[in-house]
């Protein structure tokens, strides 16, 4: 899609209709691209095994304590030979920066989250503290989570980089992503927000997804709130059947027939009480789930962004190329559409000389010849950018599909094992009050 | 023993009643003892205590040990309370309470009686019935008002949960072998409202009645002295069921106060369910159905919820009453015992006229050993009643409780049951993957 139209059209739009044969193609593509791409996982087991405490001096030279995971690889036919796996400790801040890293590279790519830094969305049985217990180890599923999701990508599992990551210890890692000079490339987000503002003819499929990315995050957010307070107001009511517990054992000291009945009633009731621990962790898990894509709608918030600024790019760069063309008409029929200082100048001072409106007209051709170039580059890095990402944007689609609708249905069959656990206590309880 | 008291037994004899004793309560011609007893309102009053009566301790005795068995097929006297009603006057607004009596006995000219009481009435009723029966152990009314918890005095639930508690009221008097005998409780329940007023007039007044309280006052100051092993544990196993049952009426409400903050909670979060469902297309029949599962757990946790304040809670509530009324009645049954032992001890140093006070003192010894017989008496029936109401009250909540986990295992095993059946989609992605 050029914009070497006339002056007055400078709109490039994005291309919203593939023909079913670059349809087609692009299927294909990602098939062979999953392919090669489990092919890392098929090569190699990773997990994220174990979480440990190390001190150290920090950047500003104080000590501090911090949590190291241990990364564990080994290739996939060598588990059944039961050869140990390689490994190595990495720390929270290396999987941002690896992150980072990857987001910079592959702009296109709706790059997996990592799990909350800090516990934010908490009910308050687990505190917010980073060195709590639970939350190191539910942090290590999430980054196990997350080097699962980048092997398993059919373009990120290729790159050497995360490799490296995974593998060997022994290089400084972090020297190697900083070599790569992945920060120069990485947009500011000023740009980004001002791209997003004045971009004329974005893609509407984008547009649209960037709605669903907010959408989905207000639902998201909305939801694990409501849900934390549930848990919260269930823990209570729960525990609270504990004290029947210590009561009834009191009562039946002093009662003689009711005596055996209320004891072991009270029993029951404790049981009643401890068992709402694991009905709540296990939420935890679902909860999670929801968790990592409210998190995901920051990637595609991000490759909308990227979106946007290559189409503004490309708006900008035609839009000067149209102003060059028009000048240059303008030179050339001695008609002045367009104010312009010089215009106005020259009518106060005087006429250019033929000479000098020579010399402008062949620096204008030159600018126009090269401009012609970058809106062609512009453009077909537009398209490059459009395609990839929207083949990586139905491919998230179907992973979440499925993701959170195998979520959905484990979050029923949670709530059935929990009232099954609630049957059981209650007819037990029943029949040792039918004792009394 | 004064000689004019015949057919003396001795306290040790008991003369067991068969569990049909109805028949031998409506035998009033030939049992003066028991018509004597009925009627005397004021037998209770020390300083009343006629020595003509032809009473004995021992005698009494027999009233008090009933077997087990006192079920339906003896029950000769049922009363609803129903039909609350707002009265409205110039000086104030009160409910009252349709009362209706269906009886057999004889003592009754009608087989059916309708009459409106308001809850003065019950209270009168049950201050005349511990006045002529000190020792015995009558059923607690509900509180005058629910001082915690904002409840007003004309809301609808605490209306009905009044109702229920003076039915139970009512009944447990009917039930009671002595009391339902009592010519007050007669006339509570047939007489019309001007009826009852006059009746209420009569019996000692207001200053012999201070009189009492002193006397009880200066009693319980001084003490007993010689209380048999046997009332001191029941005061011990008062005392304990006591803390016990105020501890699970208190955890019970905590239970009832959790789980509505629980409904509450689970009311919103169904509709963020909904809500995301419309941003999403495939997931859209998934996120409805959690969010209607949800919705149908609700809903059977307030009815869960319902049903721990309609029974165990009122239940529980009931035997935090009746842990005080045990408290009262074994401080009066003291007192009759310390105001016996003080005028013996008078009689050993006071130089007053000794054979006016052995006389008094005869009296009061009388009047001990019979109290302690009916405390002893009613006690083993109270304790029958407290476990079978307990223990029904538990039950209750239990089988609740176990109907409410099956009901929400339902409602989850439909949804998940709906999401299986369609396995076709989920193997052509399998596939690919």
């Known amino acids: ?436 | 023993m004064s000689g004019t008291i015949d057919g003396v037994v001795s306290p040790t004899q008991t003369i067991t009643i068969p569990a049909d004793i109805s028949g031998q309560m409506l035998d009033l011609d030939e049992d003066d003892d028991l018509e004597v007893f009925s009627k005397d309102a004021t037998l209770a009053d020390g300083s009343m205590f006629n020595a003509s009566m032809q009473t004995s301790p021992g005698s009494m005795v027999n009233q008090y040990k009933f077997e087990e068995d006192e079920e339906g097929d003896s029950k000769d006297i049922f009363i609803t309370v129903d039909n609350p009603e707002s009265h409205v006057t110039a000086i104030e607004t009160f409910i009252t309470y349709r009362v209706l009596t269906k009886t057999t006995r004889s003592e009754f000219d009608n087989s059916e009686y309708e009459v409106r009481r308001r809850y003065q009435d019950f209270l009168w009723l049950k201050g005349k019935l511990e006045e002529a029966h000190s020792t015995l152990i009558v059923h607690p009314l509900p509180e005058k008002f629910v001082v915690k918890g904002m409840v007003e005095r004309f809301n609808g639930d605490f209306i009905e949960t009044r109702r229920k508690a003076l039915h139970k009221f009512l009944n447990r008097i009917a039930d009671h072998p002595i009391l339902s005998c009592s010519d007050d409780f007669k006339v509570f329940l047939t007489a019309q409202a001007w009826e009852l007023t006059t009746y209420k007039k009569q019996g000692p007044g207001f200053l012999s009645r201070m009189g009492e309280t002193v006397r009880a006052v200066a009693n319980s100051v001084r003490g007993v002295k010689n209380r048999p092993e046997e009332f001191t544990a029941i005061q011990e196993y008062v005392e304990d069921f006591s803390n016990k049952i105020t501890s699970l009426d208190k955890v019970t409400q905590r239970i009832v106060k959790e789980q509505k903050e629980y409904l509450e909670e689970l009311k919103e979060y169904g509709p963020t369910y909904t809500l995301w469902s419309g941003s999403e297309e495939e997931l859209v029949e998934q996120l409805k159905g959690v969010a209607g599962c949800i919705e149908r757990c609700c809903k059977e946790t307030e009815e869960q919820v319902g049903h721990l304040s309609d029974t165990l809670v009122p239940a529980l509530h009931e035997y935090v009453l009746c842990a005080e009324t045990l408290k009262a009645v074994l401080r009066r049954r003291d007192n009759i015992q310390a105001e016996f032992e003080a005028k013996n001890e008078a009689l050993a140093t006071k130089k007053v006229d000794r054979d006016a006070l052995k006389e008094e003192i005869d009296k009061l010894e009388d009047r001990v050993e019979w109290a302690n017989n009916a405390l002893k008496g009613d006690w083993g029936r109270w304790q029958r009643s407290m476990r079978g109401d307990l223990k029904s009250a538990f039950l209750s909540t239990a089988e609740k409780n176990v109907d409410y986990y099956e009901k929400c295992l339902a409602v989850w095993e439909t949804f998940l049951l709906s999401q299986r059946t369609e396995p076709s989609e989920e193997t052509d992605r399998d596939d690919t993957s």
């Open chain 1, 1 to 436: 899609m050029m914009a070497d139209s006339g002056p007055k059209e400078v709109a490039v739009i994005g291309n919203t209709d593939l023909t079913s044969a670059e349809l087609d193609n692009n299927i294909k593509n990602t098939m062979v691209e999953i392919e090669k791409g489990t092919s890392l996982l098929r090569k190699m087991e990773i997990s994220v095994a174990e979480a440990e405490k190390r001190t150290g001096k920090n950047t500003v030279n104080m000590q501090e304590i911090y949590t190291v995971y241990l990364i564990e690889t080994r290739p996939v036919d060598a588990v059944t030979e039961g050869i140990t796996p390689d490994s190595l400790w990495r720390r929270y801040s290396e999987f941002e920066l690896l992150r980072n890293y990857l987001l910079v590279t592959y702009p296109f790519v709706v790059v997996a989250p990592l799990p909350e830094k800090r516990a934010e969305i908490v009910w308050h049985k687990l505190s917010a503290d980073n060195m709590d217990p639970d939350f190191v180890e539910r942090r290590r599923v999430g980054l196990e989570n997350f080097l699962l999701r980048v092997a398993s990508h059919p373009v990120l599992c290729n790159d050497k980089i995360f490799y490296i990551f995974l593998t060997e210890q022994e290089k400084d890692w972090k020297e190697m992503v900083y070599e790569t000079g992945f920060q120069a490339k990485a947009d500011s987000r000023l740009k980004a927000m001002n791209a997003a503002f004045r971009v004329k003819n974005p893609d509407g499929r984008f547009t649209e997804l960037k709605h669903y990315s907010d959408e989905l995050q207000t639902v998201l957010s909305h939801l694990l709130r409501v849900r934390a307070r549930v848990a919260d107001r269930l823990y209570g009511v729960y525990k609270v059947h504990g004290n029947y517990g210590r009561v009834f054992s009191e009562w039946s000291a002093i009662e003689k027939e009711m005596g055996d009945g209320l004891q072991s009633a009270g029993h029951h009731m404790d049981a009643y009480a401890a068992s709402v621990d694991d009905i709540l962790e296990e939420e935890e898990h679902y909860a999670d789930q929801l968790k990592e894509y409210l998190f995901y709608t920051d990637a595609l918030r991000a490759v909308c962004r990227k979106h946007e600024l290559t189409q503004f790019e490309l708006e900008m760069v035609a839009l000067d190329l149209a102003s060059k063309k028009q000048q240059k008409e303008e030179l050339v029929t001695g008609t002045v559409r367009t104010f312009s200082l010089k215009g106005m100048t020259s009518k106060l001072f005087g006429q250019e000389t033929a000479e000098q409106r020579e010399a402008k007209l062949q620096v204008l051709e030159q600018q126009i010849a090269e401009g012609e170039v970058v809106v062609k580059e512009k453009n077909t890095e537009s398209d490059e950018f459009v395609k990839t990402a929207w083949v990586d944007i139905e491919r998230f689609k179907d992973q979440k599909d499925r993701d959170l609708k195998e979520a959905l249905i484990s979050y029923a069959v949670m709530q059935i094992s929990m009232c099954k656990k609630g049957i059981q206590v209650w007819t037990n309880a029943k029949e040792c009050f039918n004792k009394m």
